[in-house]
């Protein structure tokens, strides 16, 4: 599997973008200002995340998604580790990931990865989408950001 960073002059891959944001309103308003990055096995794309700069020495892992019949192999992990190494490679101090309040597997994930949880931002879900989202059978309300202080890593 490589990684490598998708060209201005190729289309994102949208569905797998969409797994991971129901609103194509804000995917789009993202990958314009971000940088998205693909993980390919034999030139098919597996995964991408999308890396956005969101304050000074910060950026924020915006958007990651592996395709559903590649889940749970691995690659979700290769592409956490390698934004986190991207991020300090542009000279991020600090790097961000934000999930849901029911999006257990991913917050295992962020945190097996070495984000610690930072703060929660009470109804973002409610006040962000217009279409209400349940997940593990509960409301999808509260965006819990998980951070990582890069500075400590160099
Ligand atoms: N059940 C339990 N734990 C799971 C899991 C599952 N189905 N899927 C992932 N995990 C957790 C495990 O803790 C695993 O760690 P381990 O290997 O030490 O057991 C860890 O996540 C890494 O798994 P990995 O195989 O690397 O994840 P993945 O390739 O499936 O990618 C996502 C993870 C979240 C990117 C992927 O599941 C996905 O695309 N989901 C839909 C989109 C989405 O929700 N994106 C994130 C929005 S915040």
Do not use: W
């Amino acid at each position: 599997m490589k990684i490598r960073e998708l060209s201005k002059k190729e289309n994102a891959p949208l569905d797998l973008l969409l797994l991971a944001d129901p609103s194509e309103e804000m995917v789009l308003t993202y990958l314009h200002r971000g940088s998205c990055f693909l993980a390919e096995i034999d030139d098919e794309i597996m995964g991408e995340y999308v890396l956005l700069e969101t304050g000074p020495q910060t950026a924020e892992i915006v958007n990651i998604a592996v395709a559903a019949e590649q889940q749970g192999k691995g690659i979700g992990k290769k592409l956490v580790t390698h934004a986190i190494s991207k991020a300090k490679e542009l000279g991020y101090h600090h790097l961000e990931i934000g999930t849901g309040n029911s999006s257990i597997h991913q917050l295992l994930l962020y945190q097996k990865c070495g984000f610690r949880i930072n703060r929660i931002e009470h109804n973002y879900f409610i006040n962000h989408y217009k279409e209400e989202i349940i997940e593990n059978g509960i409301r999808c309300s509260d965006k819990i950001v998980l951070a990582m202080e890069l500075k400590e890593l160099l």
